[in-house]
């Protein structure tokens, strides 16, 4: 009997190491994109200006948050990503979507990085944007720990 227990001792120690294993690999952070590592150049457009819209993580709501971009890009930001948009000068205005009522409208000069900050606060069953223009410094910290939605 006893040379049973200490036969499957060490059978035993593998299986949880291999448990150990695939679950810790499942924590394994995949490497960013090619568009994400070009997108955090932050490198302006001499015709266009550029607008990120930030989402940190961990923000008030893991909700998904679909939003406008002015009239004709809609996405779905989610907290810690980010969205990198290139627009001619003028206003431009990003908006929630059905109940999502908040909204921001920015007058966006060629050649020029702008910074959105998102925070999604959950309202019942709906979730509601609000946007604040952040600074240069504190933009670019926001867009360096998320991961990139996508690209204009």
């Known amino acids: 009997m006893m040379s049973f227990s200490i036969s499957r001792a060490p059978e035993l120690t593998i299986s949880r190491l291999l448990f150990l294993t695939v679950l810790l690999a499942g924590c394994v952070q995949l490497p960013p994109s090619p568009q994400d590592l070009q997108a955090k150049k932050f490198e302006a457009v001499p015709d ?44 431009h205005r990003i908006t929630g979507y059905g109940a999502d009522t908040g909204s921001i409208t920015l007058r966006a000069e060629p050649g020029r990085l702008y910074f959105v900050q998102q925070r999604i606060a959950p309202l019942g069953r709906f979730a509601q944007s609000y946007f604040q223009v952040v600074s240069e410094p504190q933009g670019r910290t926001a867009v360096m720990r998320a991961v990139l939605l996508g690209g204009s």
């Open 48 to 91: 266009k200006a550029v607008i990120y819209l930030v989402r940190d993580y961990p923000d008030h709501s893991e909700r998904a948050a679909t939003i406008w971009l002015g009239d004709a890009t809609m996405i779905t930001t989610y907290a810690g990503t980010y969205y990198r948009w290139e627009v001619a000068p003028g206003a």
